[in-house]
């Protein structure tokens, strides 16, 4: 275990102690001081001057702002829930009666018609309370008094009718923390019931017990959130960015210094984000054609607090299309910080608690991108594929495919046997004909599943203090990392990811060698010889296979892929018509989304062993957008005391790349440049 691991550990016991000696006292716990009179949640009186520069700063924005806030009610769910917040703002800050009355009419609406619902409630209920708290001198007696207690039947809804999902899973945030803070937040010493003061202790529990420990075990001290950025963006970091803001103006009590994943959250969007299409990269469960939405710019919340420029910028590169989504930009964009783009960062980084790396050639649109992932298995929006990668360069070339479709029909079992398995990644499979998989989308159901061969669903923890040193959830972490600008290195330890009856040992070493070049290593111990092991490549069109030449071709964009080891492969290429999702002797279509975009992939390559062997090396060289390596003596296996690896002649340059094959996570670079050694390091 390296330093890094036990300052990890050292922090989880921390957060732990803390989690019991905090659970012990809460029965005497005094509530929560919450600042007398209103407003008090996302801003103060204080902040009215301000407000009122920033709508001088924005004039086409405060105008469309202004014509929505004057919109008659719609829908008392989603769409007055929604538009109330900015009708409710431009009261505020003009104080005119021709704003008032249309805010007042969305909260009767709400108030009097919404239909209590998982989603829906929780964004109503956040609009009438900063109806409630930005209204307030504006409210009759029996306004007040139907808005609140609307307010409390949703925070009674949320509390006894939405499952309590765990700590680290986006529901959490989004139907019991949001709703409990500002329902207790906004209401405390103005209305006289008991649910009041039980919502504020409720929403004081949760957001220092539960969501902030939470996120920075998941974040560690670098940034993320283990569900992705699909669930991230809309269900976790914008709730908890609204509720950490409102628990600061209406306590006083500022959470944002402490909280990683906020600090960190512009950094990890940015360093996800594809060069050739401006998408995120399409991890774990998010739509394949995610980008920051008009939602999304609550960064700028971010750039407030932490003076993050690259928040600034974050945001600023948002589509300001929608009126309803344009609150947030003056409330928090100050015009007087400077937007920093991306690059003035290093070209990867790593986010030690996801175990993701994430590393480019540039950040210009033509650069070369590529991923790779190896950590913890804590929350049900997270696939099975640690030790896994994807690369692009003007196009998607090593893919993760699939569809985000989880199953909600009983019958659907497209997520539970293809789209959130090891099968569906570019990783490694170990097939063990005696292994079951469950057949439910979140890891339940019967042991009557797809044998892909892959990685097990553990059953996922409920609260934070369950995540101890050595847990079940620990199943796979990066064991070594280095980063200068001529490579990038990471070594996956994914051992603990599959059956300990089928597997001893899963390294992988993933050396990137800007700009377009990278050595894949594969150290795979299974129990019994007769384990058929595949090394895994998704791509979107049929690929090409010629000896031990794989060509793969998206349009414009390339990939070349060279076998090394084994030496004698066999390599076959699985899918086309009715074979896209085929796993086990079957294709598994998803009942719920029929279509199958072309960029959700259609093939992959398995390279296997020919013989039969407990032990066996893979290694492969590829590049993308060049073709070096598919020439003839361009890659030649080498063997140097004890290490094996590959000298490549590529890119004008010669690259000697060797790794330990005794197990240990370490190797050897040497780059010469016409004759001049560029490098010549230890790996580690």
């Not at 009610?73 to 431009?90: C, H, K």
Request: glycine share 8%; aromatic share 12%.
């Amino acid at each position: 275990m390296d330093i890094a691991e036990i300052s990890r550990w050292i922090t989880i016991a921390a957060i732990g102690l803390a989690f019991t000696l905090r659970a012990h006292a809460a029965d005497n716990q005094p509530l929560p001081q919450v600042r007398p009179g209103h407003p008090r949640l996302l801003v103060t009186g204080d902040d009215l001057p301000r407000l009122r520069k920033q709508v001088a700063a924005y004039p086409d924005l405060w105008e469309r702002m202004k014509d929505l806030a004057l919109q008659p009610p719609s829908d008392p769910g989603y769409g007055d829930g929604r538009g109330i917040r900015t009708a409710a703002l431009v009261y505020l800050i003009t104080g005119e009666e021709q704003y008032l009355r249309p805010t007042i009419a969305r909260a009767e609406n709400i108030a009097r018609n919404h239909t209590l619902d998982q989603y829906g409630t929780p964004e109503a209920l956040f609009g009438l309370a900063l109806a409630y708290d930005w209204c307030y001198p504006g409210l009759s007696a029996s306004q007040r008094q139907e808005i609140s207690g609307a307010m409390l039947r949703m925070a009674e809804y949320c509390r006894d009718k939405i499952w309590r999902h765990s700590d680290f899973n986006n529901h959490f945030v989004l139907e019991k923390v949001w709703p409990f803070v500002y329902t207790g937040a906004a209401l405390a010493g103005d209305v006289d019931d008991p649910r009041v003061a039980e919502f504020l202790r409720l929403g004081d529990e949760y957001l220092h017990q539960h969501l902030i420990p939470a996120a920075n075990l998941m974040a560690d001290d670098t940034g993320g959130q283990h569900e992705g950025y699909g669930y991230d963006l809309w269900g976790y970091a914008r709730p908890a960015a609204y509720v950490m803001e409102a628990w600061r103006t209406a306590t006083g009590e500022d959470l944002f210094p402490t909280c990683t994943a906020t600090r960190y959250f512009a950094l990890w969007n940015i360093y996800g984000r594809r060069p050739f299409d401006g998408m995120q990269e399409h991890f774990d469960d998010a739509d394949l054609d995610l980008r920051w939405g008009a939602d999304d710019v609550y960064a700028y919340l971010f750039a407030a607090r932490y003076r993050d420029g690259h928040a600034q910028w974050m945001g600023d590169q948002i589509e300001r299309r929608y009126d309803t989504f344009l609150w947030p930009i003056i409330l928090w964009r100050d015009p007087d910080l400077a937007p920093r783009g991306p690059d003035d960062l290093p070209l990867a980084r790593r986010f030690d608690g996801l175990g993701w790396v994430l590393m480019r050639s540039s950040w210009q649109s033509d650069a070369t991108f590529a991923s790779f992932q190896c950590g913890p298995v804590i929350t049900g929006h997270q696939h099975l594929d640690n030790n896994s990668f994807t690369i692009h360069k003007g196009g998607l070339l090593a893919i993760d495919p699939g569809i985000n479709a989880y199953g909600e029909r009983i019958d659907d079992k497209y997520r539970a046997n293809y789209y959130s398995r090891t099968i569906a990644h570019n990783t490694i499979t170990v097939y063990d004909p005696s292994e079951t998989f469950p057949d439910g989308a979140w890891g339940g159901g019967e042991p009557k599943g797809a044998n892909d061969g892959g990685q097990m669903r553990p059953q996922f923890p409920e609260r934070v203090e369950e995540l101890t040193p050595g847990n079940r959830w620990d199943a796979g972490r990066i064991v070594a990392y280095a980063h200068q600008p001529l490579f990038t290195y990471a070594v996956g330890d994914a051992t603990k990811s599959y059956s300990p009856k089928k597997l001893k040992r899963f390294l992988r070493h993933f050396l990137y060698l800007p700009p377009d070049l990278f050595v894949i290593f594969d150290q795979v111990s299974a129990t019994d010889a007769s384990f058929r092991k595949a090394w895994l490549l998704h791509t979107v069109s049929e690929p090409d296979v010629k000896g031990n030449l794989i060509r793969v071709t998206n349009g414009d964009a390339t990939l070349i892929c060279r076998t090394v080891l084994p030496q004698s492969p066999t390599i076959t290429t699985v899918g086309g018509h009715g074979k896209e999702r085929w796993v086990d002797g079957r294709d598994w279509p998803s009942l719920e989304k029929t279509e199958w975009p072309p960029e959700a992939g259609a093939w992959r390559v398995e390279v296997s062993p020919s013989l039969p062997s407990q032990e066996d090396l893979f290694l492969h060289v590829l590049q993308a957008g060049s073709t070096d390596i598919a020439a003839p003596g361009a890659v030649t296996l080498i063997h140097a005391s004890g290490e094996i690896g590959v000298r490549v002649l590529a890119q004008g340059r010669e690259y000697e790349a060797t790794f330990s094959q005794s197990g240990a996570p370490t190797g050897h670079l040497r780059i010469t440049d016409r004759g001049k050694v560029l490098i010549a390091e230890q790996l580690r």
